[in-house]
């Protein structure tokens, strides 16, 4: 992730060398994938390496469902906004 071009148009270009929140979650959230990686890839027990990637996929599955159900709702409520704003 870069920092934001001040002349930039798009939603995540801010003041000159801040990003995007989400910019900067999705930076944390790849280091943080990264660095389970490397840790999983460093254990010298194959079982326990197994073990460990099988949570990280665990974990990705999880946060994955979460952000299913987030779409969706967020879906409905814009939907809905749209409906009563029709017949306003």
Known sequence: MVAADPSDPSPR???PGRMDPLEDALETLN???TEAVAAITSVADPQAAFA???R???VLRELDEDLAARRA???AEIR???IQSAVR
């Open 52 to 54: 460990g990637a099988a």
């Open 13 to 15: 270009a801010l003041r």
């Open 73 to 75: 709702r967020l879906s």
């Open 31 to 33: 280091r943080a994938y």
């Open 80 to 82: 809905m906004g749209l």
């Open 56 to 58: 990280v996929g665990e």
